[in-house]
């Protein structure tokens, strides 16, 4: 079982920044890929916003690439994963979800945090 507590969401203008956090415990051990999704408003799916692997892999979306930037650390029981998120665009409201992956095919979702750009 792993728990993850995501921090960092809110309001913010156009062309202002954020940083999410995510923080898993539990079993970490087997998880070899962590991410960020997001879900706009009045659509159905996640769509991966980027995600970095155990050994430093990164797969950032074309739709933030150059604006986000995923990073993590990680300790013996524990591993974070940090979303910066520069020059915000409206298009990027959303509810952004943490999500990790386990050998063996078990995944995790965080609760969610929302993410709101607006004058």
């Known amino acids: 079982q792993v728990q993850l507590v995501e921090s960092g969401g809110g309001l913010v203008q156009p062309g202002g920044s954020l940083r999410l956090s995510c923080a898993a415990s539990?079993?970490?051990?087997?998880?070899?890929?962590m991410g960020w999704y997001r879900q706009a408003p009045l659509r159905t799916q996640r769509e991966l916003v980027a995600?970095?692997?155990?050994?430093?892999?990164?797969?950032?979306a074309d739709s933030v690439k150059g604006r986000f930037t995923i990073s993590r650390d990680s300790t013996s029981n524990s591993l974070t994963v940090d979303l910066q998120m520069n020059s915000l665009k409206t298009e990027d409201t959303a509810v952004y979800y943490c999500?990790?992956?386990?050998?063996?095919?078990?995944?995790?979702w965080g609760q969610g945090a929302q993410v709101t750009v607006s004058s």
């Open positions: 539990g079993r970490v051990f087997d998880i070899y890929d």
């Open positions: 995600s970095i692997t155990r050994a430093g892999i990164t797969n950032i």
């Open positions: 999500k990790t992956f386990h050998y063996g095919g078990a995944v995790d």
